[in-house]
Protein backbone atom coordinates (compact mmCIF):
# COMPACT_ATOMS: atom_id res chain seq x y z
CA UNK A 1 0.00 0.00 0.00
CA UNK A 2 2.97 2.36 0.93
CA UNK A 3 4.70 1.27 -2.17
CA UNK A 4 1.60 2.50 -4.30
CA UNK A 5 1.00 5.39 -2.63
CA UNK A 6 4.49 6.68 -3.45
CA UNK A 7 4.42 5.61 -7.21
CA UNK A 8 1.27 7.97 -7.31
CA UNK A 9 3.14 10.75 -5.83
CA UNK A 10 5.96 10.27 -8.14
CA UNK A 11 4.03 10.01 -11.31
CA UNK A 12 1.90 13.30 -10.30
CA UNK A 13 5.29 14.86 -9.94
CA UNK A 14 7.00 13.95 -13.18
CA UNK A 15 3.01 15.02 -14.76
CA UNK A 16 3.19 18.65 -13.18
CA UNK A 17 7.08 19.53 -13.86
CA UNK A 18 6.89 18.25 -17.57
CA UNK A 19 4.64 21.56 -18.63
CA UNK A 20 6.82 23.47 -16.20
CA UNK A 21 9.87 22.22 -18.35
CA UNK A 22 8.35 23.04 -21.37
CA UNK A 23 7.81 26.35 -20.65
CA UNK A 24 10.73 27.28 -20.16
CA UNK A 25 12.11 25.96 -23.83
CA UNK A 26 12.26 29.03 -25.84
CA UNK A 27 9.40 29.33 -29.01
CA UNK A 28 10.83 28.73 -32.45
CA UNK A 29 9.97 31.50 -34.66
CA UNK A 30 7.24 31.30 -37.28
CA UNK A 31 8.73 30.91 -40.91
CA UNK A 32 8.43 34.27 -42.86
CA UNK A 33 6.33 34.63 -45.90
CA UNK A 34 8.40 34.68 -49.04
CA UNK A 35 8.70 38.83 -49.95
CA UNK A 36 7.18 39.86 -53.80
CA UNK A 37 9.88 40.93 -55.67
CA UNK A 38 8.87 44.84 -56.68
CA UNK A 39 9.72 46.36 -60.27
CA UNK A 40 9.25 50.24 -58.79
CA UNK A 41 12.75 51.52 -58.87
CA UNK A 42 15.35 52.44 -61.80
CA UNK A 43 17.82 50.36 -63.78
CA UNK A 44 20.42 50.82 -66.51
CA UNK A 45 21.65 48.24 -69.01
CA UNK A 46 22.86 46.84 -72.00
CA UNK A 47 21.30 44.80 -74.86
CA UNK A 48 22.43 42.73 -77.90
CA UNK A 49 20.10 41.48 -80.93
CA UNK A 50 19.51 41.79 -85.08
CA UNK A 51 17.85 43.89 -87.08
CA UNK A 52 16.38 43.63 -90.27
CA UNK A 53 16.07 47.15 -92.38
CA UNK A 54 13.47 47.76 -95.56
CA UNK A 55 14.40 50.96 -97.32
CA UNK A 56 12.26 51.92 -100.56
CA UNK A 57 13.97 54.21 -102.51
CA UNK A 58 12.65 56.35 -105.22
CA UNK A 59 14.49 58.26 -108.38
CA UNK A 60 18.18 56.92 -107.77
CA UNK A 61 18.10 56.54 -111.67
CA UNK A 62 16.52 59.97 -112.48
CA UNK A 63 19.33 61.13 -110.08
CA UNK A 64 21.91 60.12 -112.40
CA UNK A 65 20.41 60.45 -115.50
CA UNK A 66 19.08 63.93 -115.25
CA UNK A 67 22.37 65.16 -113.31
CA UNK A 68 24.24 64.22 -116.44
CA UNK A 69 21.80 65.13 -119.17
CA UNK A 70 19.42 67.54 -117.77
CA UNK A 71 16.36 67.93 -115.89
CA UNK A 72 13.78 65.94 -117.70
CA UNK A 73 15.77 63.77 -119.63
CA UNK A 74 14.60 60.59 -117.60
CA UNK A 75 11.46 59.73 -118.16
CA UNK A 76 8.98 57.25 -116.03
CA UNK A 77 9.76 56.84 -112.32
CA UNK A 78 12.22 54.31 -110.50
CA UNK A 79 12.03 52.47 -107.42
CA UNK A 80 13.84 50.32 -105.84
CA UNK A 81 13.93 48.46 -101.94
CA UNK A 82 17.40 47.56 -100.54
CA UNK A 83 16.86 45.35 -97.63
CA UNK A 84 19.35 44.29 -95.00
CA UNK A 85 20.27 42.88 -91.77
CA UNK A 86 23.00 42.97 -89.36
CA UNK A 87 23.83 43.20 -85.56
CA UNK A 88 22.70 46.15 -83.01
CA UNK A 89 24.24 46.91 -79.67
CA UNK A 90 23.91 49.58 -77.40
CA UNK A 91 22.05 50.34 -73.52
CA UNK A 92 18.81 51.41 -72.35
CA UNK A 93 18.39 53.42 -68.89
CA UNK A 94 14.82 53.86 -67.00
CA UNK A 95 13.02 53.60 -64.36
CA UNK A 96 9.47 51.67 -63.57
CA UNK A 97 7.27 52.04 -61.29
CA UNK A 98 4.76 49.32 -60.00
CA UNK A 99 0.85 50.03 -59.00
CA UNK A 100 -2.85 48.78 -57.99
CA UNK A 101 -0.24 45.42 -57.13
CA UNK A 102 0.95 43.81 -60.33
CA UNK A 103 0.51 46.73 -63.03
CA UNK A 104 3.94 48.27 -64.02
CA UNK A 105 4.27 51.88 -65.99
CA UNK A 106 7.62 53.28 -66.39
CA UNK A 107 9.74 55.17 -69.05
CA UNK A 108 13.05 54.58 -70.60
CA UNK A 109 15.76 55.95 -73.07
CA UNK A 110 17.65 53.47 -75.63
CA UNK A 111 20.39 54.01 -78.39
CA UNK A 112 21.78 51.03 -80.36
CA UNK A 113 24.78 51.04 -82.95
CA UNK A 114 24.06 49.45 -86.24
CA UNK A 115 25.57 47.58 -89.00
CA UNK A 116 22.34 46.56 -91.15
CA UNK A 117 23.52 47.50 -95.01
CA UNK A 118 21.67 46.26 -97.86
CA UNK A 119 22.69 47.39 -101.79
CA UNK A 120 20.88 46.74 -105.18
CA UNK A 121 22.24 47.09 -109.19
CA UNK A 122 19.66 49.18 -111.94
CA UNK A 123 20.33 49.48 -115.00
CA UNK A 124 21.03 53.39 -116.64
CA UNK A 125 18.88 52.87 -119.73
CA UNK A 126 20.29 56.26 -121.48
CA UNK A 127 24.25 54.96 -120.34
CA UNK A 128 26.44 52.87 -122.50
CA UNK A 129 25.12 48.99 -122.64
CA UNK A 130 25.98 47.18 -119.45
CA UNK A 131 26.39 50.66 -117.08
CA UNK A 132 24.79 50.16 -113.93
CA UNK A 133 24.16 51.90 -110.52
CA UNK A 134 24.92 50.46 -107.25
CA UNK A 135 22.22 51.89 -105.09
CA UNK A 136 23.02 51.19 -101.30
CA UNK A 137 21.62 51.94 -98.01
CA UNK A 138 22.78 51.88 -94.44
CA UNK A 139 21.62 52.26 -91.08
CA UNK A 140 24.00 53.48 -88.57
CA UNK A 141 21.97 53.82 -85.42
CA UNK A 142 18.97 53.76 -83.71
CA UNK A 143 17.45 55.23 -80.82
CA UNK A 144 14.20 56.00 -78.74
CA UNK A 145 12.12 57.37 -75.74
CA UNK A 146 8.91 55.35 -74.80
CA UNK A 147 6.86 54.72 -72.45
CA UNK A 148 6.03 50.82 -71.19
CA UNK A 149 3.12 49.74 -69.42
CA UNK A 150 3.45 46.04 -67.84
CA UNK A 151 1.64 43.17 -65.87
CA UNK A 152 4.13 41.66 -63.37
CA UNK A 153 3.61 37.93 -61.80
CA UNK A 154 6.16 38.13 -58.73
CA UNK A 155 9.82 38.23 -60.60
CA UNK A 156 8.19 37.96 -64.49
CA UNK A 157 7.02 41.07 -66.25
CA UNK A 158 5.03 41.06 -69.90
CA UNK A 159 5.20 44.59 -71.19
CA UNK A 160 4.61 46.73 -74.40
CA UNK A 161 5.90 50.00 -75.30
CA UNK A 162 5.66 52.87 -77.62
CA UNK A 163 6.95 56.15 -78.27
CA UNK A 164 9.20 58.56 -79.66
CA UNK A 165 12.22 57.17 -81.97
CA UNK A 166 15.00 58.68 -84.82
CA UNK A 167 17.71 56.96 -86.35
CA UNK A 168 21.29 57.72 -88.61
CA UNK A 169 22.57 56.56 -91.89
CA UNK A 170 23.58 56.81 -94.94
CA UNK A 171 22.61 56.68 -98.89
CA UNK A 172 24.95 56.24 -101.18
CA UNK A 173 24.26 55.79 -105.69
CA UNK A 174 27.56 54.91 -107.61
CA UNK A 175 28.73 53.85 -110.99
CA UNK A 176 29.81 54.68 -114.40
CA UNK A 177 27.42 56.52 -117.19
CA UNK A 178 28.39 57.10 -120.43
CA UNK A 179 32.07 56.43 -119.14
CA UNK A 180 31.99 58.57 -116.86
CA UNK A 181 32.59 57.49 -112.79
CA UNK A 182 30.19 58.81 -110.24
CA UNK A 183 29.57 58.51 -106.67
CA UNK A 184 26.11 60.55 -104.83
CA UNK A 185 26.34 60.01 -101.29
CA UNK A 186 24.27 61.76 -98.15
CA UNK A 187 23.99 60.82 -94.28
CA UNK A 188 20.70 60.67 -93.16
CA UNK A 189 19.00 61.60 -89.92
CA UNK A 190 15.40 61.81 -89.54
CA UNK A 191 12.68 60.83 -87.03
CA UNK A 192 9.62 58.45 -86.25
CA UNK A 193 8.17 56.70 -84.12
CA UNK A 194 8.49 53.07 -82.33
CA UNK A 195 6.31 49.84 -80.60
CA UNK A 196 7.16 46.80 -79.12
CA UNK A 197 6.86 44.38 -76.17
CA UNK A 198 8.84 41.87 -74.26
CA UNK A 199 9.15 39.67 -71.22
CA UNK A 200 11.66 40.22 -68.67
CA UNK A 201 12.87 37.91 -65.81
CA UNK A 202 14.29 39.30 -62.33
CA UNK A 203 16.77 36.53 -61.42
CA UNK A 204 17.97 38.22 -58.65
CA UNK A 205 16.91 41.29 -56.36
CA UNK A 206 19.15 43.66 -58.23
CA UNK A 207 19.67 42.01 -62.23
CA UNK A 208 16.82 40.90 -64.57
CA UNK A 209 16.98 39.53 -68.39
CA UNK A 210 14.34 40.43 -70.88
CA UNK A 211 14.08 39.19 -74.64
CA UNK A 212 12.28 42.11 -76.73
CA UNK A 213 10.92 42.86 -80.05
CA UNK A 214 10.80 46.37 -81.52
CA UNK A 215 9.63 48.26 -84.88
CA UNK A 216 10.51 51.22 -86.02
CA UNK A 217 8.75 53.19 -89.25
CA UNK A 218 10.47 56.26 -91.00
CA UNK A 219 8.14 58.03 -93.42
CA UNK A 220 8.77 59.21 -96.66
CA UNK A 221 11.53 61.80 -96.94
CA UNK A 222 13.23 63.53 -99.85
CA UNK A 223 17.22 63.11 -99.11
CA UNK A 224 19.83 65.45 -101.17
CA UNK A 225 22.64 63.18 -102.18
CA UNK A 226 25.91 65.11 -103.55
CA UNK A 227 28.59 63.86 -105.82
CA UNK A 228 32.07 65.75 -105.17
CA UNK A 229 33.15 63.62 -108.31
CA UNK A 230 31.47 65.92 -111.14
CA UNK A 231 29.74 68.54 -108.61
CA UNK A 232 26.77 67.15 -108.57
CA UNK A 233 24.03 66.82 -106.12
CA UNK A 234 19.60 66.26 -106.13
CA UNK A 235 17.22 64.55 -104.59
CA UNK A 236 16.06 60.94 -103.85
CA UNK A 237 12.53 59.97 -101.73
CA UNK A 238 13.67 57.73 -99.12
CA UNK A 239 10.91 55.50 -96.94
CA UNK A 240 12.84 52.94 -94.29
CA UNK A 241 11.50 50.52 -91.41
CA UNK A 242 13.36 48.83 -88.85
CA UNK A 243 12.68 45.40 -87.04
CA UNK A 244 15.05 44.36 -83.95
CA UNK A 245 15.02 41.59 -82.09
CA UNK A 246 17.07 41.97 -78.78
CA UNK A 247 18.51 40.45 -75.50
CA UNK A 248 18.79 42.97 -72.55
CA UNK A 249 20.33 42.53 -69.17
CA UNK A 250 19.74 45.14 -66.68
CA UNK A 251 21.18 46.33 -63.54
CA UNK A 252 18.12 47.82 -60.80
CA UNK A 253 19.26 49.94 -58.50
CA UNK A 254 17.04 49.68 -55.89
CA UNK A 255 16.05 46.26 -53.96
CA UNK A 256 13.63 45.13 -55.54
CA UNK A 257 12.65 42.45 -52.68
Not at 78 to 93: E, L, M
Not at 241 to 247: D, L, M, S
Request: aromatic share 12%; with cysteine; charged share 10%.
Amino acid sequence: MRKSILSSVAALGLITTVPAAAADLPLKAPLPFAERFSWTGCYLGGHLGGGFAHNDITDPVQLVQDSFLGAGTTVGVSTTSPSSAGAVVGGQIGCDYQFAANWVVGIEGSASGSTMKGNVTLPLPLGNPGENELVSARTDFLASVTGRIGYAFDRALIYGKGGYAWMGGKYNVSGVFQGINFNFEGPEVRNGWTAGAGVEWAFTPHWSTAIEYDYYQFANRNVVLSDPINVFSGPVNARLNVQVVKATVNFHMSDGW
